[in-house]
T-cell receptor
Framework: DQQVKQNSPSLSVQEGRISILNCDYTNSMFDYFLWYKKYPAEGPTFLISISSIKDKNEDGRFTVFLNKSAKHLSLHIVPSQPGDSAVYFCAASGPDMRFGAGTRLTVKP | ETGVTQTPRHLVMGMTNKKSLKCEQHLGHNAMYWYKQSAKKPLELMFVYNFKEQTENNSVPSRFSPECPNSSHLFLHLHTLQPEDSALYLC?????????????FGNGTRLTVT
């Protein structure tokens, strides 16, 4: 039972443009959401999070949007840089933490 | 040394072998976790330890046996594994066990069972 889904396995974007990574969840008990970034041969690193009482959280080039009614969140990266190329995992928690399968982002110079 | 360190980075073992994965965190965290990542699948939580006490066992087969001697060290003992257990095993830690606490991951052990 996959409660957190990232339906796009991969995404390719030109440097300087916006990257939008999407995540859907099914469990309405989830009330906290996180994004992690993973480079090859490294473990995931925490990127940004959002509580269900908010609909937007911004940190520099990274913004996470939450649409509770649609059970959907998205991560926007603008402007995208080649160093952003990685696998991005969304995670939802409350009380358990569940991860999506990841989206591989490639930012082309 | 800082962060979460996992050894070995790669491990190949036969189905009759016994091996152990080691994780050490230098962050002063109180909770430690084992996750399994199979190809193209979400991370699966295996075990959670909070202040050295196991608080979650996510229906993991007994051929995986965790050990947490103190808040800084976590082991995963492996015996009579199956080829389908081949995966990336990730250790993580957090300041406390809780749904809103970001996890700090190690670089993982890539396990191949032959």
């Amino acid at each position: 039972d996959q409660q957190v889904k990232q339906n796009s396995p991969s995404l390719s974007v030109q440097e300087g443009r916006i990257s939008i990574l999407n995540c859907d969840y099914t469990n309405s008990m989830f009330d906290y959401f996180l994004w992690y970034k993973k480079y090859p041969a490294e473990g995931p690193t925490f990127l940004i999070s959002i509580s269900s009482i908010k609909d937007k959280n911004e940190d520099g080039r990274f913004t996470v949007f939450l649409n509770k009614s649609a059970k959907h969140l998205s991560l926007h990266i603008v402007p995208s840089q080649p160093g952003d190329s990685a696998v991005y995992f969304c995670a939802a928690s409350g009380p358990d933490m569940r991860f999506g399968a990841g989206t591989r982002l490639t930012v082309k110079p | 040394e800082t962060g979460v360190t996992q050894t070995p980075r790669h491990l190949v073992m036969g189905m009759t072998n016994k091996k152990s994965l080691k994780c050490e965190q230098h962050l002063g965290h109180n909770a430690m976790y084992w996750y399994k990542q199979s190809a193209k699948k979400p991370l699966e939580l295996m075990f959670v330890y909070n202040f050295k006490e196991q608080t979650e066992n996510n229906s993991v087969p007994s051929r995986f046996s965790p050990e947490c001697p103190n808040s800084s060290h976590l082991f995963l003992h492996l015996h009579t594994l199956q080829p389908e257990d081949s995966a990336l095993y990730l250790c993580a830690s957090s300041q406390e066990q809780g749904p809103r606490t970001p996890l700090h991951f190690g670089n993982g052990t890539r396990l191949t069972v032959t």
